[in-house]
C-alpha cells in the first residue's frame, strides 16, 4: 500500500488479537487481526512511520556494508578490509597484503572458490587459537571435537559432551573478536548457561568482552556471504 509517509507496507491478515509491524529486508508488512479495518492500520502505521524509517535506513546501510563479490569489490578478512583482484587462471586464491588475489577460469563459481578458501583459513587460524587459548584455560582435556559450520543463528556453540562448532566466517572478523567468541565458547565447557558465573569466567580471560561482543553484534552482517 503506497503511504505519503516515505515508504510502502503489506498487509497480511492472520487468527491472532493484536497488530505487527516487521521490517525485513527492506519490506514492512503489518500483521493484523481480521476485524481491523484499513483506516485504522493506516494511523497505526504513521505513529510509528519514523521508527520504520529508521529501521529501512539501518537495512539499506548494512546491505551497502555486505562483502561485495566481483573484481574491485571488499571482503573482510580479519578484520581488515581486502580489494578482490580477478584474473584468468587455474582456480585458486592468494592474499597479498591488502589484496584478495582471486584466478578462475571463465565457469569458475567465484563464490564457491571463496567460502572454500575461507573455510579453509578459519580451520588453520582457530585449530591454533583455540588450542592456544584452551590451554590458558585449563580446558583442553574437556574438548572433543571442533566442527566448523555455516549458520545463520550462532557464531559459535557448546555441547554437554565438549564439541566447540564455530561459524567458518568468524574468520573475517578481527582476532580480538575471535578470540572473544573462543572465550565464550570454552566458558560453556564449564557452565552451559548464561549465569554470572559464566560471564565471570568469560571476563576473566577477556576483560572487555562487552566491546567484543557488542562489535560482533555490530557488524555481523559485514561477515557473511
Given at each position: 500500500?503506497?503511504?505519503?509517509?516515505?515508504?510502502?507496507?503489506?498487509?497480511?491478515?492472520?487468527?491472532?488479537?493484536?497488530?505487527?509491524?516487521?521490517?525485513?529486508?527492506?519490506?514492512?508488512?503489518?500483521?493484523?487481526?481480521?476485524?481491523?479495518?484499513?483506516?485504522?492500520?493506516h494511523?497505526?502505521?504513521?505513529?510509528?512511520?519514523?521508527?520504520?524509517?529508521?529501521?529501512?535506513?539501518?537495512?539499506?546501510?548494512?546491505?551497502?556494508?555486505?562483502?561485495?563479490?566481483?573484481?574491485?569489490?571488499?571482503?573482510l578478512?580479519?578484520?581488515k578490509?581486502?580489494?578482490?583482484?580477478m584474473?584468468?587462471?587455474?582456480?585458486?586464491?592468494?592474499?597479498?597484503?591488502?589484496?584478495?588475489?582471486?584466478?578462475?577460469?571463465?565457469?569458475?563459481?567465484?563464490?564457491?572458490?571463496?567460502?572454500?578458501?575461507?573455510?579453509?583459513?578459519?580451520?588453520?587460524?582457530?585449530?591454533?587459537?583455540?588450542?592456544?587459548?584452551?590451554?590458558?584455560?585449563?580446558?583442553?582435556?574437556?574438548?572433543?571435537?571442533?566442527?566448523?559450520?555455516?549458520?545463520?543463528?550462532k557464531?559459535?556453540?557448546?555441547?554437554?559432551?565438549?564439541?566447540?562448532?564455530?561459524?567458518?566466517?568468524?574468520?573475517?572478523?578481527?582476532?580480538?573478536?575471535?578470540?572473544?567468541?573462543?572465550?565464550?565458547?570454552?566458558?560453556?565447557?564449564?557452565?552451559?548457561?548464561?549465569?554470572?558465573?559464566?560471564?565471570?569466567?568469560?571476563?576473566?580471560?577477556?576483560?572487555?568482552?562487552?566491546?567484543?561482543?557488542?562489535?560482533?553484534?555490530?557488524?555481523?552482517h559485514?561477515?557473511?556471504?
Amino acid at each position: 500500500m503506497p503511504l505519503s509517509l516515505g515508504f510502502e507496507y503489506t498487509i497480511k491478515r492472520a487468527h491472532r488479537k493484536t497488530l505487527g509491524l516487521y521490517v525485513k529486508n527492506g519490506q514492512v508488512e503489518v500483521r493484523t487481526p481480521h476485524s481491523v479495518n484499513h483506516a485504522d492500520i493506516h494511523r497505526w502505521v504513521a505513529e510509528k512511520a519514523g521508527w520504520v524509517k529508521q529501521r529501512l535506513h539501518e537495512q539499506q546501510q548494512q546491505a551497502e556494508e555486505k562483502p561485495r563479490i566481483s573484481h574491485g569489490g571488499h571482503l573482510l578478512f580479519l578484520g581488515k578490509p581486502r580489494t578482490l583482484q580477478m584474473i584468468p587462471g587455474k582456480p585458486g586464491i592468494q592474499e597479498r597484503n591488502s589484496f584478495i588475489e582471486i584466478s578462475h577460469y571463465a565457469n569458475t563459481n567465484i563464490h564457491t572458490l571463496i567460502e572454500t578458501w575461507l573455510k579453509e583459513e578459519a580451520r588453520l587460524y582457530l585449530d591454533e587459537r583455540i588450542a592456544d587459548i584452551a590451554m590458558q584455560m585449563a580446558e583442553t582435556h574437556r574438548i572433543r571435537n571442533i566442527q566448523l559450520r555455516k549458520t545463520r543463528s550462532k557464531w559459535g556453540h557448546c555441547t554437554s559432551q565438549g564439541v566447540l562448532q564455530f561459524n567458518w566466517l568468524i574468520i573475517m572478523a578481527p582476532p580480538d573478536v575471535i578470540d572473544y567468541l573462543i572465550i565464550h565458547e570454552i566458558s560453556h565447557l564449564q557452565h552451559m548457561n548464561h549465569s554470572r558465573a559464566f560471564w565471570e569466567r568469560v571476563a576473566a580471560f577477556c576483560p572487555d568482552y562487552q566491546n567484543r561482543r557488542r562489535w560482533l553484534k555490530d557488524n555481523g552482517h559485514r561477515l557473511w556471504l
